[in-house]
């Protein structure tokens, strides 16, 4: 009884861990600048009109699946939530940010992701693109 209750409270503990690592795309470039729109709801965020050298890679791009390291979310979050001036997450932003992205296009894992994969390491940029929240 003590040991599943022991091993319960370690899974328990490394979990937030776990996802955080997990949440990392695998395969992605080298540290770049990106600019482009980020669209967030609900359920996805995305990154497209991805603009720059950073983006020479993707010449047809269908979308990025967003990701981000625990501070740039915490950022990205509290930057979206001032700018929409209420708690609603959601609409669409010119965003520019340091990150990687995946090289190799994938299959759509699930409705509304893109066929490229992003990790926004930190925020240089994000203002509200007017009437499109």
């Known amino acids: 009884m003590r040991a599943g209750i022991f091993i319960l409270l370690v899974l328990i503990a490394i979990g937030p861990l776990y996802a955080q690592v997990s949440a990392q795309p695998s395969g992605l470039g080298p540290r770049e600048r990106f600019s482009g729109v980020y669209f967030t709801n609900f359920e996805n965020s995305r990154f497209t009109a991805c603009a720059g050298e950073a983006c020479r890679h993707w010449t047809d ?15 990205l ?5 001032m700018l929409n ?4 997450r959601w609409g669409e932003f010119a965003i520019t940010f340091v ?3 995946t090289v190799q296009r994938h299959q759509p894992r699930f409705l509304g ?3 490229h994969d992003v990790r926004i390491e930190s925020i240089v940029r994000l203002t509200l693109i007017e009437g499109r929240q």
């Not at 001036?85 to 609603?88: F, I």
């Open 61 to 75: 791009l269908n979308g990025m699946t967003v990701t981000c390291a625990p501070a740039a979310c915490k950022d």
């Open 77 to 81: 979050e509290h930057r979206i939530v």
């Open 99 to 101: 990150g990687r992205g």
């Open 85 to 88: 001036g209420s708690h609603d």
């Open 113 to 115: 992701d893109g066929d």
